[in-house]
C-alpha cells in the first residue's frame, strides 16, 4: 500500500493568515493527489483533484500543487469557515490511501 | 443534483454481518461508486468500489471480508462486510468516483454518513 504522510497534523492560524498542509507518499504517484476538507459531523468534502485541478464550487483562495512524491495544499487569506480537518487521498493505486489529516484550528 | 443516501442497521452483533445500501438519487447510476468508512477520531479508510457494469475492487486489508454489489434497476449498490468486530465500528460514508479514467478514484459526492456499531 502506498502510505501517505501529512504535515504537521495540527496548525494553528488567525483569519486572513496564508497556511500550507504538506502530504507526501511512499512512492511517486504521478499527480493522483486529492485534498478534502472535513468538519465535525459531517462528509468529507472535495477541493483539490490530481494535485491542482480546484473543483467546481471551492473557492479559489485554495490551491495545490506537487508532483510523484511531494503536495501541499495552500489556503490564502483563511476564512472562518476554513477551520476544519484536511485530508489528502491518493487514486494512483488501489487501494487508495488518505493521509492521517491535518486540524487547522483558530489561534 | 444527485444525491446519495446510505441506510441500514446501526447496530451489528460481533461476529455477524454489516449491511448497509447507499441509494442514488436524482442521476444515473453509471459511474463507480465506492464506500469509506472512519472510525470515532480517525482517519479515512477506502473499503472498495465497484462499477455499474459489475467490476469491483476492495481494499486487501477487508478483501476477505467485503462484498460491494449494484442493483441498477433500484439504482443503488449496497456494502456486505462480515465476520465483523468492534474495529469495525465507524462511520460508513458511500460516495461517487470524480471519473472512470485511471486516477479518478477521489469523491466528489457523499452521502452523509451512518454510524455503524459493532457490540453485543
Known amino acids: 500500500d502506498i502510505q501517505m504522510t501529512q504535515s504537521p497534523s495540527s496548525l494553528s492560524a488567525s483569519v486572513g493568515d496564508r497556511v500550507t498542509i504538506t502530504c507526501r507518499a511512499s512512492q511517486s504517484i504521478s499527480n493522483y493527489l486529492n485534498w478534502y476538507q472535513q468538519k465535525p459531523g459531517r462528509a468529507p468534502k472535495l477541493l483539490i483533484y490530481?494535485?491542482?485541478s480546484l473543483q467546481t464550487g471551492v473557492p479559489s483562495r485554495f490551491s495545490g500543487s506537487g508532483s510523484e512524491t511531494d503536495f501541499s495544499l495552500t489556503i490564502s487569506g483563511l476564512q472562518p469557515e476554513d477551520f476544519a480537518s484536511y485530508y489528502c487521498q491518493q487514486s494512483s493505486s488501489i487501494p487508495y490511501t488518505f493521509g492521517q489529516g491535518t486540524k487547522l484550528e483558530i489561534k | 443534483q444527485v444525491q446519495l443516501q446510505e441506510s441500514g442497521p446501526g447496530l451489528v452483533k460481533p461476529s455477524g454481518t454489516l449491511s448497509l445500501t447507499c441509494a442514488v438519487s436524482?442521476?444515473?447510476?453509471?459511474?463507480?461508486w465506492s464506500w469509506v468508512r472512519q472510525a470515532a477520531g480517525k482517519g479515512l479508510e477506502w473499503i472498495g468500489e465497484i462499477h455499474h457494469s459489475g467490476s469491483a475492487n476492495y481494499n486487501p486489508s477487508l478483501k476477505s471480508r467485503v462484498t460491494i454489489s449494484l442493483d441498477e434497476s433500484r439504482k443503488s449498490f449496497s456494502l456486505r462486510l462480515s465476520s465483523v468486530t468492534a474495529a469495525d465500528t465507524a462511520v460508513y460514508y458511500c460516495?461517487?468516483?470524480?471519473?472512470?479514467?485511471?486516477?479518478?478514484?477521489?469523491?466528489?459526492?457523499w452521502g452523509r454518513g451512518t454510524l455503524v456499531t459493532v457490540s453485543s
Open positions: 460516495g461517487r468516483n470524480g471519473g472512470t479514467a485511471p486516477g479518478t478514484g477521489y469523491y466528489d459526492l
Open positions: 490530481t494535485a491542482s
Open positions: 436524482g442521476g444515473s447510476i453509471s459511474n463507480w
